[in-house]
Each structure stands twice: as C-alpha cells, then as structure tokens.
C-alpha cells in the first residue's frame, strides 16, 4: 500500500537524491542495502572512499539545502512526491529507472490519466506542426492526457492542441521546474500547469544541459500508453523516447511522410521496424490497449478560451510579436518541406504579418527554392 513519507523522512530522501553520484539506480540499491534513505546518506562518505571519484562527485547534499529546496517547491505551489507515495504515477513506478523523487506543479491527477506521449522534430515543418496539433486536440477532448517535452516544433504544437481540446496535458522538462526551456515556452508552461501538469526529477534551479535530455526521455514514455513519433530525423532524441517506449513495453507509433524531407526518415525507418502507422487519432486509439472510458473534459467554450493570454483575435498580437525581417525568410522556410501546406497556416505558425511572410515567399520563389500549388499552397522546391 502507498505510503506518505514524514517531512523528515522526506528530507532524508531528498538529501539522497541530490547527493553527488546517486542516480534513481544507485538510490534504489543504497535503500535496500541500508534499509533507510538516512542511514544511505551517512555511510556516503565511506562508499565513496571506497569507490574513489574525487569529493566533489560524491558530494552529500546538507540538511539545509534539503529544507531549502522543500520549502520553496511549496512557496512555488509544487508537489514533491516520493517513490511509492500515494500520486506518484502507477505507470512511472513500473519502469527499470523510475526517479526517486518526483517535481509536479499543476493537477496530480492528471498523471494517472490514460495518456499518450507526442514527440517530434524541434524544426518541424508546417504540417508536421498541423497534425500534431490537430492529433493532440482531439485526444485530448476525449480524455486522453497528451504528454510531450516542452521543446519548439512538435512539443510546443502537441501540448497547444491540447489545450485547445480542453486539456489535459503533461510537460515533461530536463530542467528545474522553475527553470523553464526554451524560455520563450514560459507563458506556454504557464497555461498546462493551469490545465494539465509540469513535471521535473531535476533540482530547483536546474540549468538543461544535453545530458539531461535522455534521462527527461525516459519518463516522457514512461508516463503514457504509446508514444507517437511525428517527424523525426535519424539519431534524433525522439527516437531515443521511441526506443525507451519499446523497453518499457510501450505502443510505438509513427506518422509516415515524404522520403524527400529528411525530417521523416526516422519515422519512416520506424515504420520499417514495425511501429503502427498513424493517420489520426482513431488510428491511435486503436493501437493503445482497452481503457475505460476516459473522463471527458470540456472543450473550450469559445475560439478565444485556449488562446494565450497575450494573443488577440484580430491579430494584434502577430504584428506585436513579428521576427525581424531578416529572419522571417529562414524560418519560413524552416516550416516548409516537399509537401504543400496552406500559406495561412504559414503566416499562424510564423506569428508574423501577412503581408511579411509573402514577402518572404516572394523572396524564396525568386531564389528558386519555392513551388507554389493550387488552392494558395506551398512547398520547397525539389530542384
């Protein structure tokens, strides 16, 4: 049965945790070998003796910096759950490398909603953002809790739709959870604790470095059912979430696309390997094992809910938020590939003025990188 933790038992755990060469392995190993996360942290010193590494890698965290760091998670409004506490996520615990310890700020409950992870390209296309957006609003307004990592491109467009779709959603981030990444992401972040959770193994204060990114990965996949992998190069860190999902005896699913972008090679090179192919959303309820019914969550009640709170509906907020003009053309032409998209889905996801992202169309036309197709589309040239 669950068990809470006493604050000093907590405290004990937490000064474990963040104690130099202790990872969730080594953490789980100390505790059955000394039968107390105190008693761990005092034979420390004598381990490390033994195991040698230079003091600084085995550092013990002090008592003051364990109560430091707890109280201002509370004043942060965070939760600090342990392994094996009641709201520490079923489906988390059952992986190989569950972390000790666990930053949520937002609703806890929805980290026991069934749930399917959405990752992809940071440099996605217009479309590949499109259908992730789309996928994740209508799994989310069935009750299906969409879970990504934060990143730009696929992340921030999953986690958009399913804010959009009524919620809810996880952000699952390699930093502190009072550390947002990438910073724009901020107001981002805001609104799916507001509607979903945040959640982080990583100290307050924690700077991402590359390292982190694979660890944040295995949690991505071992909070959901499946992962959906929605453009992805290879060697890509999406498929390294795609593998931990095999591992972790997860669905893995991909959305197939144009041999011509290199950005869906690697789903394509996981559809190969054996991952269910995805069109839509039907598509992944049919992968995913048996749920009960989900708890449905309201859709917003109007087109203007889900925006953020700095957007505006006559577009005030695009020409405010505008990029320079001399990197409009570049990131237009970032969001597009072989396949055709909307031109007004390309001045959406480009936040700029209309009449700047033609400018830039222009402009890429003129060098012979653009094609332009029926019914006011576009794609990169494929000369």
């Known amino acids: 049965m669950p068990r809470t933790l006493s604050r000093s038992e907590k405290l004990?755990?937490?000064?474990?945790?963040?104690?130099?060469?202790?990872?969730?392995?080594?953490?789980?190993?100390?505790?059955?070998?000394?039968?107390?996360?105190?008693?761990?942290?005092?034979?420390?010193?004598?381990?490390?003796?033994?195991?040698?590494?230079g003091e600084e890698r085995w550092r013990r965290c002090r008592r003051e910096?364990?109560?430091?760091?707890?109280?201002?998670?509370?004043?942060?409004?965070?939760w600090l759950i342990a392994h094996g506490e009641p709201g520490y996520p079923a489906r988390l615990a059952e992986i190989a490398d569950p972390p000790p310890l666990l930053t949520v700020r937002g609703d806890l409950s929805a980290l026991e909603l069934p749930g399917v992870a959405l990752v992809g390209a940071r440099n996605a296309s217009a479309n590949g953002r499109l259908f992730a957006r789309n996928l994740a609003e209508e799994l989310a307004a069935d009750g299906i809790a969409i879970i990504s990592g934060l990143a730009?491109?696929?992340?921030?467009?999953?986690?958009e739709g399913a804010l959009a779709g009524g919620g809810p959603t996880i952000a699952v981030i390699a930093s502190g959870i009072d550390m947002p990444y990438p910073p724009d992401n901020a107001p981002l972040m805001d609104r799916i604790a507001e509607q979903g959770a945040v959640v982080s193994e990583r100290p307050l204060g924690s700077v991402p470095q590359a390292r982190h990114f694979p660890r944040?990965?295995?949690?991505?996949?071992?909070?959901?059912?499946?992962?959906v992998v929605i453009e992805a190069a290879p060697q890509s860190g999406s498929l390294i979430t795609a593998r931990l999902a095999a591992e972790q005896g997860r669905e893995v699913m991909a959305v197939p696309g144009s041999p011509l972008d290199p950005r869906h090679r690697g789903t394509n090179q996981l559809l190969r390997d054996g991952a269910t192919l995805i069109e839509n959303a039907a598509d992944v309820r049919a992968a995913l094992p048996p749920l009960t019914d989900p708890p449905r969550?309201?859709?917003?009640?109007?087109?203007?809910a889900a925006m953020p709170k700095n957007a505006s509906p006559t577009g005030s907020a695009l020409?405010?938020?505008?990029?320079?003009?001399?990197?409009?053309?570049?990131?237009?032409?970032?969001?597009?590939?072989?396949?055709?998209?909307?031109?007004?889905?390309?001045?959406?996801?480009?936040?700029?003025p209309t009449a700047e992202v033609q400018r830039a169309l222009l402009e890429l036309e003129l060098a012979g990188r653009l094609e332009r197709h029926p019914g006011n589309r576009v794609a990169l040239s494929a000369g």
Do not use: Y
């Not at 996360?37 to 195991?51: F, G, T, V």
């Not at 969550?297 to 203007?304: C, E, H, Q, S, V």
């Open 65 to 78: 910096e364990a109560e430091a760091e707890l109280e201002a998670l509370a004043e942060l409004g965070c």
């Open 216 to 227: 944040r990965n295995r949690l991505i996949s071992g909070l959901g059912l499946g992962v």
């Open 152 to 159: 730009r491109g696929i992340d921030t467009a999953a986690h």
């Open 297 to 304: 969550r309201p859709r917003a009640r109007n087109a203007t």
């Open 12 to 53: 004990d755990w937490l000064q474990l945790c963040r104690s130099g060469g202790v990872g969730p392995r080594t953490f789980f190993k100390l505790l059955r070998r000394f039968g107390s996360a105190r008693k761990a942290w005092e034979e420390l010193p004598r381990l490390a003796e033994q195991a040698g590494g």
């Open 319 to 352: 020409v405010a938020n505008a990029p320079p003009a001399d990197d409009l053309v570049a990131r237009v032409a970032e969001c597009l590939g072989p396949e055709p998209v909307l031109v007004d889905e390309l001045i959406r996801q480009c936040t700029a």
